[in-house]
């Protein structure tokens, strides 16, 4: 089955604390990003890589950081994660470098306490 | 279920009735847009899409109209069903640009 996968789908950890959230396609995309979905709000875009080893800054990059050393992983890491990158993260990709709708994963909700 | 339709504008409808759902966008030079449907616990699907050479485009039980004068973009929903309860999304792709810019989104409860 083509799909997104995200893990884990619920963290909870401590200010300070470093984390990671994988993301893995199957599709054999070569777009891959990262959105934030706060309550409210549509969806921000954190970080985005065209292709393998190329990434770049979205709307909302501080505190986040990304690598793209697969085509298929597309991993978010939290250095020292603090309290207001509480949300809910997605993972999208998409066949090509021009966007023409994403598949997403279902979804982490993180909560930094 | 997640927390992210909180504060969100809600359409309520009747099953088999009609809904459309509005969505102004904020670029002239977008040239792509699509419609996302979220359920409760779940990643946005995608629905429909539109390219700004067109005003109309349709798919089964969806279609989607583009106003490019005032910058409006409507999903209409026919015979809704209340598996269709969720919360809708539309994106609009800046010309020359490689992301997708969504709205806030609309929640719609389908009542028996």
């Known amino acids: 089955e083509a799909q997104v996968t995200q893990n884990p789908r619920y963290l909870i950890t401590v200010t300070g604390k470093k984390l990671t959230v994988t993301c893995s396609q199957n599709?054999?995309?070569?777009?891959m990003s990262w959105y934030r979905q706060d309550p409210g709000r549509g969806l921000r875009q954190i970080y985005y890589?065209?292709?393998?080893?190329?990434?770049d800054k979205g709307d909302v990059p501080e505190g986040y950081k990304v690598s793209r050393k697969e085509k298929r992983n597309f991993p978010l890491i939290l250095e020292s994660p603090s309290p207001n990158q509480t949300s809910l993260y997605f993972c999208?990709?998409?066949?090509?470098?021009?966007?023409?709708?994403?598949?997403f994963g279902s979804g982490t909700r993180l909560t930094v306490v | 279920g997640e927390s992210v339709g909180l504060h969100l504008p809600t359409l309520s409808v009747q099953e088999g009735d009609n809904s459309i759902i509005n969505c102004a966008y904020s670029n002239s030079a977008s040239d792509y847009f699509i419609w996302y449907k979220q359920e409760s616990g779940k990643g946005p699907q995608f629905i429909i899409d539109i390219r700004s050479n067109m005003d109309k485009r349709q798919g089964q039980r969806v279609t989607v109209l583009l106003n490019k004068t005032v910058k409006h973009l409507s999903l209409q929903i026919a015979a809704t069903q209340p598996g269709d309860s969720a919360v809708y999304f539309c994106a609009e792709r800046p010309g020359g640009y490689n992301k997708l810019i969504f709205g806030a989104g609309t929640r719609l409860a389908v009542h028996p």
């Open positions: 890589s065209m292709n393998v080893e190329v990434t």
């Open positions: 599709m054999n995309h070569e777009y």
């Open positions: 999208a990709s998409s066949p090509q470098d021009r966007v023409y709708g994403y598949t």
